[in-house]
């Protein structure tokens, strides 16, 4: 069955940085469009950015484009996001997901379990 495990958050003072990563399982993963998404308490689940499978393009959302960057590894079956100069509204449960690079969650075939990213003031 597919597998998306995120790995790489935790705690970090607001200007720092994280790199997340999330490694694919089941699936073909060369072929499969990825995206992180985000979701704080009390907040609907918001789009981060995505990757394209056959191109490679990217795609972000507007206020994170310029300290959020995507990248994938088809090697390793990896996508990652690094995240730069963290400030604390970027606090959230980040999530992998695969199927496509939509801003629409409900555009996504497979999740990960998420993980916590904690920044602090």
């Known amino acids: 069955q597919v597998q998306l495990v995120e790995s790489g958050g935790g705690l970090v003072q607001a200007g720092g940085s994280l790199r997340l990563s999330c490694a694919a399982s089941g699936l073909t993963f060369s072929s499969v469009s990825m995206g992180w998404f985000r979701q704080a308490p009390g907040k609907e689940r918001e789009f981060v950015a995505g990757i394209r499978w056959s191109s490679g393009r990217t795609v972000y959302a507007g206020s994170l484009e310029g300290r959020f960057t995507i990248s994938r590894d088809n090697a390793k079956n990896t996508v990652s996001l690094q995240m730069n100069n963290l400030k604390p509204e970027d606090s959230a449960v980040y999530y992998c997901?695969?199927?496509?690079?939509?801003?629409?969650?409900?555009?996504?075939?497979?999740w990960g379990q998420g993980i916590q990213v904690t920044v602090s003031s």
């Open positions: 997901a695969a199927g496509s690079i939509s801003s629409r969650p409900s555009d996504y075939a497979y």
